[in-house]
């Protein structure tokens, strides 16, 4: 929550842990404050590496040796739709603009996800990939999942609860050997739960509000690599500044979904750009994020023109 950031960030416990010398990165992480929110760690974590790549004048991913032509190309989301007609003109509308379409899928019945999938895919013949955010039971997983391959679908989040372990073993161990990743979400939050997913998932989704900051992030990605996972780069609801800086580790992913600061309209910030679904990251030092200089109506206006390509 807002209140549980603020409190974070006026916390003595942080000022001590900050320090004189902000450019000592990696001993202030080591003694930076937990806190309830995630969210408030990585702030404050995405603030320094900012700062550390300001002062040596370079972009984040070059600090890092990271080449942002291997940059997947990011997803754009598509929310669940009772009404079909403004469907299929949500799924046409970003296939113009983006070579990969996410369908968030749950709605508490897989024949109807299933519908939803078909209609997507009768509209565009751009990638899709799906996300039932843990809505589905192990037995409607074993339903759905082989009909999605016949589709075409890239990849899969979080079928199952994000508790439920065991449900992922039994998909392993269940489904087809030739079948779309499956990518855990909900059931990754952080470095340590990536071990009880290990052998059984496909691959991960990394997201800084949810690990902590950059150098969690770049902790579980390197883990997730060790295990043989794939990596998808994610976000929440973000602003540029949030999103921008996951986007210099998007490098390191097999996929990117780096749309949230296309969906909000009072997103302060710039930074980075989607071209034809391509992410183009800013080429000046640190995240490379600027305050808008417009005025909101200018500044929605461009937020409307990049979504919409």
């Keep these: 929550t807002p209140e549980r950031i603020m409190t974070y960030l006026a916390s003595p416990a942080l000022s001590r842990a900050l320090g004189d010398d902000p450019l000592l990165r990696d001993s202030i992480l080591d003694r930076l404050p937990h806190s309830e929110s995630p969210a408030a760690r990585a702030a404050v974590e995405i603030a320094l590496y900012?700062?550390?790549?300001q002062a040596l004048g370079q972009p984040l991913f070059r600090l890092w040796g990271l080449n942002p032509a291997r940059i997947p190309n990011s997803s754009f989301t598509i929310a669940m739709s009772d009404d079909m007609t403004a469907y299929r003109q949500l799924v046409r509308r970003a296939a113009k603009t983006f070579k990969l379409v996410k369908l968030k899928l749950g709605s508490g019945d897989w024949q109807h996800d299933l519908n939803l999938v078909q209609l997507a895919r009768e509209e565009c013949s751009v990638d899709l990939c799906v996300d039932a955010n843990g809505a589905w039971s192990v037995e409607e997983s074993c339903a759905i999942i082989p009909q999605l391959a016949t589709l075409g679908i890239r990849f899969i989040e979080q079928p199952v609860a994000h508790n439920d372990i065991e449900g992922w073993r039994v998909l392993h161990k269940t489904l087809p050997v030739m079948h779309p990743p499956l990518i855990a979400?909900?059931?990754?939050?952080?470095?340590?739960?990536?071990?009880?997913?290990?052998?059984?998932?496909?691959?991960?989704?990394?997201?800084?509000?949810?690990?902590?900051?950059?150098?969690?992030?770049?902790?579980?990605?390197?883990?997730?690599?060790?295990?043989?996972?794939?990596?998808?780069?994610?976000?929440?609801?973000?602003?540029?500044?949030?999103?921008?800086?996951?986007?210099?580790?998007?490098?390191?992913?097999?996929?990117?979904?780096?749309?949230?600061?296309?969906?909000?309209?009072?997103?302060?910030?710039?930074?980075?750009?989607?071209?034809?679904?391509?992410?183009?990251?800013?080429?000046?030092?640190?995240?490379?994020?600027?305050?808008?200089?417009?005025?909101?109506?200018?500044?929605?206006?461009?937020?409307?023109?990049?979504?919409?390509?």
């Design 50 to 53: 900012d700062l550390w790549g």
């Design 185 to 309: 979400d909900e059931s990754v939050q952080g470095v340590e739960s990536i071990f009880p997913l290990a052998g059984i998932v496909d691959g991960v989704n990394v997201k800084l509000a949810k690990c902590g900051g950059l150098r969690a992030a770049r902790q579980m990605i390197a883990l997730a690599r060790a295990f043989g996972m794939k990596v998808l780069i994610g976000c929440m609801v973000e602003s540029s500044v949030a999103v921008t800086a996951a986007a210099h580790l998007a490098p390191l992913a097999d996929y990117a979904d780096l749309d949230g600061n296309l969906l909000i309209t009072n997103d302060p910030y710039r930074g980075l750009t989607i071209k034809n679904g391509h992410i183009v990251l800013p080429n000046t030092p640190g995240l490379g994020v600027a305050l808008y200089q417009e005025n909101n109506q200018e500044k929605n206006q461009a937020k409307n023109q990049e979504k919409n390509g």
